[in-house]
């Protein structure tokens, strides 16, 4: 038992990752041990030195999904390095069939998917990479050359999915990053409002005719802060009587009601998360984001109400209105942090592939598989004619 928390230590956030990686090792070691044998039939050294520089890169990430083994603390970064390992060694193996292109034909498909999925539709070696795959499917036949085109897009394709998951997680370590310096600046704000309470109150001063009616006031008007309000003043002096009244709690309580506001935002705003199968967090630190944003921006808008900056508004009534306006302000950090969201959307659909341009129908083109036209008729014409209608 005393061993189940390290285990859990080391395995989060990438259990379900390094188990696939860790199937897709034994699944090459399988590949490259038959392919072995197929080269060593034929008598050719160029192609066991290939396959022996898989076994290495295979040997690489097993030993990267070793957590024992791995210098680094294994948070999810370890999958990615073994991906890369992994990735290589398919390169490999499949460079071992440049003798005999055409057994490769079954592999082929796939090849063009993950050039078509990672690499933008006017990239040259895409296009090169479709060229060949239409050559293809018209003779049936694919050589040497063609071969090595096909898979020299499909290495640069690997190398874009890992500058994307790698852009992912500085995506999330940056935003964590001012996630945290904002809760440090909100604490700070309130540690030093606390010592501090009649520095820059969160008060209001509207006039009797609309606080409780006070006959020994020496002013016409009623100190209204968020934890306390007090319509009998004794003071003549504006300052005086919102230091009177203000307390150490003043702010602490409007940062938690902002808090609690964007938080309910943050919950609110997962309707639109599709989650992520990477091993980098991008959702949960853009909902960290919203949690101190929140708590500053009911600060803030209570002191630019407070100093006039929102005409008709420049003296609540009561604590509860303050209160109440805390909410909005805590939850009026979506107008801010919605173009962080954005980004965040776009970092995550960049680790899936590069997003192509809409069609003037508000539609994304797709490009069809390899393989012949189809001929022109009656019913393909309807069926465009149909299309372009809908």
């Not at 928390?5 to 699944?27: F, I, M, N, Q």
């Not at 006959?215 to 309000?229: G, L």
Request: charged content about 20%; proline content about 6%; hydrophobic content about 45%.
């Amino acid at each position: 038992m005393p061993g189940r928390y390290p285990e859990w230590y080391r395995e989060r956030r990438s259990w379900e990752l390094g188990e696939d990686a860790r199937a897709t090792v034994r699944k090459l070691r399988a590949l490259v041990s038959e392919r072995r044998h197929v080269v060593e039939a034929s008598g050719r050294p160029d192609g066991q030195a290939i396959l022996g520089a898989a076994d290495e890169e295979i040997d690489c990430a097993e030993q990267t999904l070793t957590f024992d083994e791995h210098r680094r603390a294994p948070l999810g970064s370890h999958v990615t390095a073994a991906q890369l390992h992994l990735n290589t060694a398919r390169l490999l193996w499949l460079k071992s069939f440049l003798s005999s292109p055409a057994e490769v034909a079954p592999y082929l498909p796939g090849l063009l998917a993950v050039v078509r999925e990672h690499l933008a539709r006017d990239d040259p070696r895409r296009v090169a990479t479709e060229v060949v795959m239409e050559k293809y499917a018209h003779r049936r036949a694919i050589d040497e050359t063609d071969l090595v085109v096909v898979l020299e897009s499909v290495d640069v394709a690997y190398s874009v999915t890992l500058r994307e998951k790698l852009r992912a997680g500085s995506f999330v370590r940056i935003v964590c990053g001012v996630a945290a310096f904002l809760f440090v600046l909100a604490a700070g704000v309130a540690v030093l409002t606390a010592f501090f309470p009649d520095s820059v109150p969160l008060c209001f001063n509207p006039s009797r005719q609309s606080a409780e009616p006070a006959t020994d006031s020496k002013v016409p008007y009623a100190i209204v802060c968020p934890t306390a309000s007090q319509g009998s003043l004794d003071s003549t002096e504006l300052d005086q009587n919102f230091a009177a009244v203000t307390s150490w709690g003043d702010y602490v309580v409007v940062e938690i009601v902002g808090l609690v506001a964007a938080g309910v935002a943050a919950a609110s705003a997962l309707r639109n998360i599709r989650g992520t199968s990477t091993t980098y967090p991008v959702p949960v630190a853009l909902a960290a984001l919203k949690l101190p944003a929140g708590a500053l921006t009911a600060v803030l808008g209570l002191l630019l109400m407070r100093g006039g900056f929102v005409p008709g508004l420049t003296a609540l009534d009561s604590s509860a209105q303050i209160i109440a306006w805390a909410v909005i302000f805590g939850y009026s950090q979506e107008l801010f942090t919605k173009w962080v969201d954005r980004q965040g959307q776009r970092v995550l659909e960049s680790v899936r592939g590069p997003l192509d341009p809409p069609t003037a129908a508000g539609r994304t083109t797709v490009v069809p598989a390899a393989g012949p036209a189809p001929r022109a008729g009656p019913a393909s014409s309807r069926s465009a004619d149909e299309e372009a209608e809908g």
